[in-house]
């Protein structure tokens, strides 16, 4: 019994800088499940090629996007100093009422990756669960 796999949210991982060009592409490769129980390791592989491994939105790929990144280690000082979880959860897992408006956005719809991996919806709600509290602990005063 095999879930419909997605091959079109495909990741980016890393970026690609192709000799002789001025602009990086991005290189599309197929999302290896990672830890579900570490938020970092998980950032490490799915967010930092875009965000930075520091989360300030200075990942390598970042060139190659229309939009730069959001910088993440500020989410709680744009909204008064309080952690925005489920805003946070939403505009990860790509649901309507995440803080950017869906359907414009160039970051992978994570929910529908992260479901693809398994077909264990506990699986799935632990992975976004922790990722939350990772980027919640990166915040900055
Ligand atoms: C392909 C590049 C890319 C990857 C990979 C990526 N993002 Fe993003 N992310 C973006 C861009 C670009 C934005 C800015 C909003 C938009 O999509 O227009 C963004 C916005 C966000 C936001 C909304 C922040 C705000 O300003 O309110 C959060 C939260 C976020 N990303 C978390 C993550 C997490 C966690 C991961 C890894 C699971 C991840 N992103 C992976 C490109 C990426």
């Keep these: 019994m095999y879930r419909t796999i997605l091959p079109l949210f495909a ?7 192709a000799y002789g060009q001025d602009k990086p592409s991005i290189k599309q490769v197929p ?3 990672s830890d579900p129980t ?4 998980m950032f490490n592989s799915y967010c930092s090629a875009c965000h930075g491994k520091d989360g300030k939105g200075g990942g390598p790929a ?7 990144p ?3 280690t500020i989410l709680a000082r744009r909204n008064g100093g309080k952690f925005p979880t489920l805003a946070v959860q939403n505009a990860i897992a790509g649901e309507a ?6 359907g414009s956005k160039e970051m992978p719809v994570w ?4 479901r693809s991996m ?4 506990s699986i799935t709600k632990m992975r976004m669960h922790n990722l939350v509290k990772y980027v919640e602990s990166i915040q900055v005063k």
């Design 38 to 41: 570490s938020g970092m390791a």
């Design 62 to 68: 970042a060139a190659a996007l229309k939009k730069g």
């Design 11 to 17: 990741l980016l991982f890393g970026a690609l800088f």
């Design 118 to 121: 398994t077909a264990n919806d």
């Design 31 to 33: 999302p290896k499940a």
């Design 111 to 114: 929910g529908d990756v992260f």
């Design 70 to 72: 959001s910088d993440l």
């Design 97 to 102: 009422g995440g803080t950017v408006a869906h």
